[in-house]
């Protein structure tokens, strides 16, 4: 199984973009997929999870009503668009399987997934 994490890049704030994460050897519609992120010299923080059907998304207060998660079926992917990025969005962002196929009480918590994908930098400067 391997996820990978891409479209990351250099935004000015207030600026968007859209990452997405793509698997191998594994259906993510199967299970529940979460984003993180970490920022350098800080602890790893959950930004979004989606449960199999769409049915459940969560965030992270710090992006409610700027980020938006959603899944490709077709493509086997799960994509972050990320809208008035901060300059304190940036980070390294990592998409990860979650351990079943919903986002629960603990989806911003590590333990909570497998198969970590490698990340992407997004970097918001002017």
């Known amino acids: 199984v391997q996820l990978q994490a891409s479209g990351g890049g250099l935004v000015q704030p207030g600026g968007s973009l859209t990452l997405t994460c793509a698997a191998s050897?594994?259906?993510?519609?199967?299970?529940?997929i979460g984003w993180f992120r970490q920022a350098p010299g800080k602890e790893p923080e959950g930004v979004s999870c989606?449960?199999?059907?769409?049915?459940?998304?969560f965030y992270a207060d710090s992006v409610k009503g700027r980020f938006t998660i959603s899944r490709d079926n077709a493509k086997n992917t799960v994509s972050l668009q990320m809208n008035n990025l901060k300059p304190n969005d940036t980070a390294t962002y990592y998409c990860?399987?979650?351990?079943?196929?919903?986002?629960?009480?603990?989806?911003?918590?590590?333990?909570?997934?497998?198969?970590w994908g490698q990340g992407t930098l997004v970097t918001v400067s002017s």
């Open positions: 050897g594994l259906t993510m519609d199967h299970y529940a």
């Open positions: 990860a399987r979650g351990i079943s196929r919903l986002c629960g009480d603990r989806w911003f918590q590590a333990p909570e997934y497998a198969d």
């Open positions: 989606i449960t199999i059907d769409d049915g459940m998304i």
